[in-house]
């Protein structure tokens, strides 16, 4: 990371709720054609989320700790603040002296970008301003949030529109929070109602509809230059597993995610 750092543009993409067992079943019946296509063997990797909700999960990958791999074992993080004794850090690892990833980049010239999805990055409260407080530009509006059916392509003409205002030689890192995933999501699966609630169904559907658009939001942040990209859940949900329904509690659906990271190369 300390050669991707200050070379490439940056995107950190949070499929907000994403349960690992459904995004891997999906990819692998093949229904998730352009986001397979850029994962590494087309396939995710199984991760422990560092929260179980979207405010605290967020809170620990912008300091640096993404989702870490489902096995045992000390496993280097790509990102890390400096702090003695700490057994994740590496020569590989961008380590910082800022508080959070975010200013740290910053400090390095990037301008930082925050393209809100669920309540928490909305700016309508004290707490809803917190997240996004950290990056030099944010974005939030109705279209956005979790009860918009287009919320992604909105998200993603938001994102088109920053890029294209970027001095050409001005680095990016681009946070972009996906909303479509979360509850609700019935709308996303034709025929489904709001009488019939949430499901599994409908919540592979919204993964469906977020595999249609993203060619166009990678093909903006690689439209510069190199981009290093990490695409992975924030936590995941429980649909009535064990009993549970939601998130914020310690169910192995919550708790496991999907989570992949490669490079997006400039378009041609």
Do not use: F
């Given at each position: 990371?300390?050669?991707?750092v200050g070379r490439d543009?940056?995107?950190l993409l949070t499929l907000d709720t994403l349960r690992y067992d459904v995004a891997a079943e999906l990819?692998?019946?093949?229904?998730?054609?352009?986001?397979?296509?850029r994962l590494p063997g087309g396939t995710w990797e199984r991760r422990h989320a560092p929260g179980s909700f979207t405010y605290a999960s967020h809170q620990a990958m912008f300091a640096g700790f993404l989702p870490t791999p489902a096995a045992p074992g000390r496993?280097?993080?790509l990102f890390a603040a400096r702090f003695a004794g700490s057994e994740t850090t590496e020569e590989r690892t961008f380590v910082f002296d800022a508080?959070?990833?975010v200013s740290a980049l910053a400090e390095r010239g990037y301008h930082t970008v925050c393209v809100g999805g669920v309540g928490f990055f909305n700016k309508r409260g004290a707490l809803g301003g917190v997240l996004p407080g950290l990056f030099r530009e944010s974005h939030w509006e109705p279209e956005f949030s979790v009860a918009s059916p287009i919320s992604f392509e909105a998200q993603v003409v938001r994102v088109e529109r920053v890029v294209a205002g970027l001095p050409a030689d001005r680095r990016l890192f681009l946070f972009l929070n996906v909303s479509a995933l979360h509850q609700?999501?019935?709308f996303h699966l034709p025929g489904a109602t709001r009488e019939a609630g949430d499901s599994l169904a409908t919540h592979a559907a919204a993964l469906e509809?977020?595999?249609r658009h993203i060619p166009r939001l990678f093909a903006a942040m690689s439209s510069r230059r190199r981009c290093f990209a990490?695409?992975?859940?924030d936590h995941g949900t429980a649909y009535g597993d064990g009993g549970y329904t939601g998130h914020r509690l310690g169910h192995e659906a919550v708790w496991t995610v999907p989570y992949r990271h490669f490079f997006l190369e400039p378009s041609a």
């Open positions: 990371m300390n050669q991707v543009d940056l995107l990819a692998a019946a093949g229904r998730l054609p352009n986001l397979t296509a496993h280097p993080r508080p959070d990833l609700p999501n019935w509809y977020v595999d990490v695409v992975c859940s």
